[in-house]
T-cell receptor, first 114, second 112 residues
Framework: DVKVTQSSRYLVKRTGEKVFLECVQD?????MFWYRQDPGLGLRLIYF???????EKGDIPEGYSVSREKKERFSLILESASTNQTSMYLC?????????????FGPGTRLTVL | KNEVEQSPQNLTAQEGEFITINCSYS?????LHWLQQHPGGGIVSLFM???GKKKHGRLIATINIQEKHSSLHITASHPRDSAVYIC??????????????FGKGTLLTVNP
């Protein structure tokens, strides 16, 4: 079974702090994704990566950056956390090839920025 | 306008009822996914469809490509089916087609 793990289930940070959210997958997937999920808005893509050191902006990249130094690990960075970044953050991974694009999700990190 | 629309937003049912959740999309797609999210939990993929119909246990998913519409049916619903059900599509837009576009979800509550 594919396992996608996230470093924290719950996180509380203060405005202006630098925040790292870590995601690790154990199935050698090429693609990894970071989403945020907010009530009434659904899942929105922040960034995705299709290979080591490769990344593309999603729909809402402002205020975020990412890092993919190893295939299994994809980090989301909030350079200076703000209260409007309070949200549920979900990581996912999938195989590269079109037609096998089932995404496997991590358990989520609920981030609160005070 | 959201490219993926789900209805209803909220659905309450009694145990044993037959349930239908609908998903409509406005652009060409190459695949459609149905996902399930339990309260406080992660998201699990239920189905991936590009045509026709798929069945897994009490769950059935159908898609009509011409009408740009998909349905998720749950037969003999049970309280453990209570969850948010999310429709997501992979657009036929070329380029970076690894991305999914998500509906806002349908919150299903099944009462005993």
């Amino acid at each position: 079974d594919v396992k996608v793990t996230q470093s924290s289930r719950y996180l509380v940070k203060r405005t202006g702090e630098k925040v790292f959210l870590e995601c690790v997958q154990d199935m050698d997937h090429e693609n990894m994704f970071w989403y945020r999920q907010d009530p009434g808005l659904g899942l929105r893509l922040i960034y995705f990566s299709y290979d080591v050191k490769m990344k593309e902006k999603g729909d809402i990249p402002e205020g975020y950056s990412v890092s993919r130094e190893k295939k299994e690990r994809f980090s989301l960075i909030l350079e200076s956390a703000s209260t409007n970044q309070t949200s549920m953050y979900l990581c996912a991974s999938s195989l590269r090839f079109v037609g096998t694009d089932e995404q496997f999700f991590g358990p989520g990190t609920r981030l609160t920025v005070l | 306008k959201n490219e993926v629309e789900q209805s209803p937003q909220n659905l309450t049912a009694q145990e044993g009822e037959f349930i239908t959740i609908n998903c409509s999309y406005s652009v060409g797609i190459s695949a459609l996914h149905w996902l399930q999210q339990h309260p406080g939990g992660g998201i699990v993929s239920l189905f991936m469809l590009s045509s026709g119909k798929k069945k897994h246990g009490r769950l059935i998913a159908t898609i009509n490509i011409q009408e740009k519409h998909s349905s998720l049916h749950i037969t003999a619903s049970h309280p453990r089916d209570s969850a948010v059900y999310i429709c997501a599509v992979r657009l036929n837009s070329g380029g970076s087609n690894y991305k999914l576009t998500f509906g806002k979800g349908t919150l299903l509550t099944v009462n005993p």
